[in-house]
C-alpha cells in the first residue's frame, strides 16, 4: 500500500509571495488532513476533510490559507499571501472509516521557509 | 490550559535504561491515545497506540493510561541511541477522528 505523497519536500518564498503544496491520500482513505507544526511545536490541525468535505478549519487562518479537495481524493493547500511566521513543515495525512479511533500515516511533508 | 501537555526535556538517560515520558490530557472523553516518534527532519511515525486504562506493551515499548487522572505515560526499555528522537503524544479530539498533538518531548540516549 503506498504511503500519503506530497509534493514539493522544500519550498523557499519570500514574504507576500503564494506557495501551493499538494497531497495524495492512500488510495480509499475518506479523510484528509493538513497540519501545521512549527519548529519546536507539535503539530496543529489547520483542515479536516472527509471525501470533498470541510469537516473542522477551525484553525485555518481562512484570511490566508485556503484549501480545497475538489474530487475527494488529492488535495491542494494554498497560502496568499505568506508572512513570515508561515515558516513551518505542512504535513498531509489521511484516515479511513476502519481506522477510526487508530490514528493516522502522515506523508514526508513539505518544509517551508518564508524569507 | 492547553489540551494535551508533554513536559519539553531534553530528557537524557544512559544507553540500556528505562526512558519514562509523560502526558497530559484536559477533555475526559477523549477516548483514544497515541504516541508518535519523530526523528529531526521526518515527519511524525505512529508507535503506540492505547484505548483503555491499564499498561500495553509492544516490545521494549508499554504504554499507560489513567483516564482518571487523565494522563497517559510512555516507558520505553533497555534505550538505545536509536531512540534519541521527539515523542509525540496525540488525544483524538472530541469530535470527529482529528487527533491534537502535544508539543513534544525530547528523548537523548547516552552511549
Known amino acids: 500500500e503506498a504511503g500519503v505523497a506530497q509534493s514539493p519536500r522544500y519550498k523557499i518564498i519570500e514574504k507576500r509571495q503564494s506557495v501551493a503544496f499538494w497531497c495524495n491520500p492512500i488510495?480509499?482513505?475518506?479523510?484528509l488532513y493538513w497540519y501545521q507544526q512549527i519548529l519546536g511545536q507539535g503539530p496543529k490541525l489547520l483542515i479536516q476533510f472527509q471525501n470533498n468535505g470541510v469537516v473542522d478549519d477551525s484553525q485555518l487562518p481562512k484570511d490566508r490559507f485556503s484549501a480545497e479537495r475538489l474530487k475527494g481524493v488529492d488535495s491542494t493547500l494554498k497560502i496568499q499571501p505568506a508572512k513570515l511566521e508561515d515558516s513551518a513543515v505542512y504535513l498531509c495525512?489521511?484516515?479511513?472509516?476502519?481506522?477510526?479511533?487508530?490514528?493516522?500515516?502522515f506523508g514526508s511533508g513539505t518544509r517551508l521557509t518564508v524569507v | 490550559q492547553k489540551e494535551v501537555e508533554q513536559n519539553s526535556g531534553p530528557l537524557s538517560v544512559p544507553e540500556g535504561a528505562i526512558a519514562s515520558l509523560n502526558c497530559t490530557y484536559s477533555?475526559?472523553?477523549?477516548?483514544?491515545f497515541f504516541w508518535y516518534r519523530q526523528y529531526s527532519g521526518k515527519s511524525p511515525e505512529l508507535i503506540m497506540s492505547i484505548y483503555s486504562n491499564g499498561d500495553k506493551e509492544d516490545g521494549r515499548f508499554t504504554a499507560q493510561l489513567n483516564k482518571a487522572s487523565q494522563y497517559v505515560s510512555l516507558l520505553i526499555r533497555d534505550s538505545q541511541p536509536s531512540d534519541s528522537a521527539t515523542y509525540l503524544c496525540a488525544v483524538n479530539g472530541r469530535y470527529g477522528n482529528k487527533l491534537v498533538f502535544g508539543a513534544g518531548t525530547i528523548l537523548r540516549v547516552k552511549s
Open positions: 477533555d475526559r472523553v477523549s477516548q483514544s
Open positions: 488510495s480509499g482513505h475518506a479523510t
Open positions: 495525512a489521511s484516515s479511513s472509516r476502519d481506522d477510526r479511533g487508530k490514528g493516522y500515516t
